[in-house]
């Protein structure tokens, strides 16, 4: 009997039913006291979705995680969540959903193998090193099968690593690619540094627009750790309520939330305040990974020239370069970003259906959407403040 053929999977409502060191085991084995890569798998930040209801009963993502077991050992987890909707998801599968209900079928409820609300690259077969081909291709398999049997249409993983997109198309799932913006650290030691390797026309322009922004009137507040406060938060959600307005109409997170990610996630956190008159007037919020700062959240009360540039783009990369960090990921979408440094690279998803005409028709739209996206980088990279870098040697 193969090692495969003996793994039991079990579907996980809650967090609750698995503990917190039996998931990390899977999810980071590379922290030992160290950032995890992905803060955004660790039990503690799906916990704090889970506890503050920002996933759960009337969100559109009811949990459905699943744990790959081999004995008595946790040998594998997944984040996966059955959807009623496309929100929070950030690559966008509209254009399916609409093909699919104009041929007759229901697109939702679907399957989503992911970090909800959070587009970051990382692992979402989080299995352990010695077990990593069986309790991945035990995952994905499981995942297939959950879908199948209950009629759903698709499944979907999303913000996925190059290594696990190129493993789960080896499985039969379908490969698809978009891009993002990210900052790369080219062993800079400062932020002139970083400068110097800029066109003499973009160095002059970034300069000029930490200025106007440093020129407020008010002061700029770095925290993470113990150094943030519950007062913080509550400057913060006002913050996250204008933008969550703005962009979505109902923000995604709740304000318990930001409790719960004060009491278990801070050391995961870096906040970005500015302050003028003895109040917070604008924020931007990132997540810490061991080599990575992510990006995630940023909102205003009072909008003063170039502050959301400073405030989310150069005080990130002023805190890399200072923590010898790998590199900045800038979140979704926003070409404005190229100009500042942030270089457009692929990111990964894979999709299943489970109508074979469908899926065929996907997967001739994906193979051309391959070509288009990296198509798109490396015209991007071109106007881009760097010289002209291939997507191969951005990846």
């Known amino acids: 009997m193969s090692q495969e053929t003996q793994i039991e999977i079990n579907v996980l409502t809650s967090l609750s039913q698995i503990s917190e060191t039996e998931w990390d085991r899977c999810a980071c084995p590379e922290a030992l006291g160290r950032p995890p890569i992905d803060p955004f798998t660790t039990h503690r930040f799906l916990k704090a979705l889970e506890d503050s209801q920002s996933v759960g009963a009337g969100t559109g993502w ?4 699943l744990q790959a077991k081999l004995g008595d050992d946790t040998i594998g987890v997944a984040p996966l969540y059955g959807k009623s909707h496309s929100q929070g998801e950030y690559i966008f599968d509209h254009n399916f959903a609409q093909a699919f209900e104009n041929s007759g079928g229901h697109y939702y409820p679907k399957l989503q193998m992911a970090v909800p609300h ?3 690259t990382g692992r979402r077969l989080l299995v352990h090193p010695e077990h990593q081909a069986v309790a991945q291709s035990a995952l994905v398999q499981a995942a297939v099968q959950l879908a199948a049997e209950n009629e759903l249409s698709s499944l979907h993983v999303t913000f996925c690593t190059a290594e696990e997109a190129e493993a789960g198309a080896q499985m039969g799932l379908m490969p ?5 913006f990210h900052w790369i650290n080219n062993g800079y030691k400062t932020f002139d540094d970083f ?20 020129s407020f009137g008010g002061q700029i507040e770095v925290l993470t750790g113990d150094e943030i406060e519950p007062h913080h938060w509550d400057a913060f959600w006002v913050f996250y309520q204008d933008t969550g307005a703005r962009k979505w109409g109902t923000p995604y997170l709740t304000r318990q939330f930001f409790e719960q990610a004060h009491a ?13 008159d003895g109040r917070y007037i604008a924020g931007a919020l990132n997540f810490i990974g061991q080599n990575t700062l992510f990006g995630r959240y940023w909102g205003f009360t009072q909008d003063f020239p170039c502050l ?23 979140g979704a979408q926003g070409a404005h970003k190229l100009a500042r440094g942030y270089l457009p690279v692929a990111t990964h998803s894979l999709h299943w259906f489970g109508d074979a005409g469908f899926s065929q028709a996907v997967a001739r739209y994906l193979e051309a959407e391959r070509e288009a996206v990296d198509d798109e980088i490396n015209v991007l990279t071109s106007y881009g403040p760097f010289k002209t870098i291939t997507v191969e040697e951005q990846q």
């Not at 698809?176 to 993002?180: D, M, N, P, Y």
């Not at 390797?197 to 922004?213: F, G, P, V, Y």
């Open 62 to 65: 009811t949990p459905q995680y």
């Open 118 to 120: 959070t587009p970051a």
């Open 176 to 180: 698809r690619r978009s891009q993002q």
């Open 195 to 214: 400068l110097a390797d800029l066109s003499s026309r973009k160095r002059k322009n970034i300069r000029k627009e930490r200025a106007q922004a440093q």
């Open 264 to 276: 278990h996630l801070r050391h995961d956190m870096l906040l970005v305040l500015a302050k003028r």
């Open 308 to 330: 959301h540039f400073e405030l989310c783009y150069y005080q990130a990369i002023d805190f890399a370069i200072a923590q010898g960090l790998q590199r900045v990921e800038a």
